[in-house]
């Protein structure tokens, strides 16, 4: 079965400061991947996904992900953060073969301090 | 364009009680899919549906059943609810049988 680790629960940075997420998966077989963020008080939103083609995934407000296969990474970066990041983000796995299921991580809370 | 709509946004039940909750999806969104995001962690995947049938089911008990009507609405059930079933309830959208990048705003279910 797949699963996604977040080791991150907590992450404080300064406004400015370059921000990596963690994620690792558990998975043999071709998966996609992906990144969502949910806002205070907003709904789930997707911020970048990798399907195939070039590992380094780029997404809106200036996010971007590395798939590293040989790891089982998919690491999200930012490398200026502000204070409206301020969010939970949550790493997505699935797999590629009849299964539709999006398995997430337990989720990173990102806390920005002006 | 209205986005992934879900009603209500929130309820309160009583144990034992039974809870419909519906989901109306992008506009030419075909499939939908259920998930339960308890306080602390990930949504967990309940259902799939596309084309008004059952595309994949996760670790739920048998109280968790859905359905999806002809204009690809979908409904939520569950029976004889358990305490443990108090969560955010999430409902997504995509267009094909794909992964969904749309989701609803939830609706959150207090059981007490």
């Known amino acids: 079965a797949q699963s996604v680790s977040q080791h991150n629960h907590h992450v404080i940075l300064s406004e400015a400061a370059s921000l990596e997420l963690g994620c690792n998966y558990s998975?043999?077989?071709?998966?996609?991947l992906f990144w969502y963020v949910q806002y205070p008080g907003q709904h789930l939103q997707l911020l970048l996904k990798?399907?195939?083609?070039?590992?380094l995934v780029k997404g809106i407000k200036g996010f971007e992900a590395e798939f590293i296969k040989s790891k089982f990474s998919f690491n999200l970066r930012k490398p200026s953060v502000q204070w409206s990041d301020t969010a939970e983000y949550f790493c997505a796995v699935i797999s590629n073969f009849g299964n539709e299921k999006l398995t997430f991580g337990t989720g990173t809370r990102l806390t920005i301090i002006p | 364009d209205a986005g992934v709509t879900q009603s209500p946004t929130h309820l309160i039940k009583t144990r034992g009680q039974h809870v419909t909750l519906r989901c109306s999806p992008i506009s030419g969104h075909k499939s939908v899919s259920w998930y339960q995001q308890v306080l602390g962690q990930g949504p967990q995947f309940i259902f799939q549906y596309y084309e008004k049938e059952e595309r994949g089911r996760g670790n739920f008990p048998d109280r968790f059943s859905a359905r999806q009507f002809p204009n690809y609405s979908s409904e939520l059930n569950v029976n004889a609810l358990l305490l443990g079933d108090s969560a955010l309830y999430l409902c997504a959208s995509s267009y094909i049988r794909e992964s969904p990048s749309d989701f609803g705003p939830g609706t959150r279910l207090t059981v007490t």
């Open positions: 998975y043999g077989g071709t998966v996609n």
């Open positions: 990798y399907f195939s083609g070039d590992p």
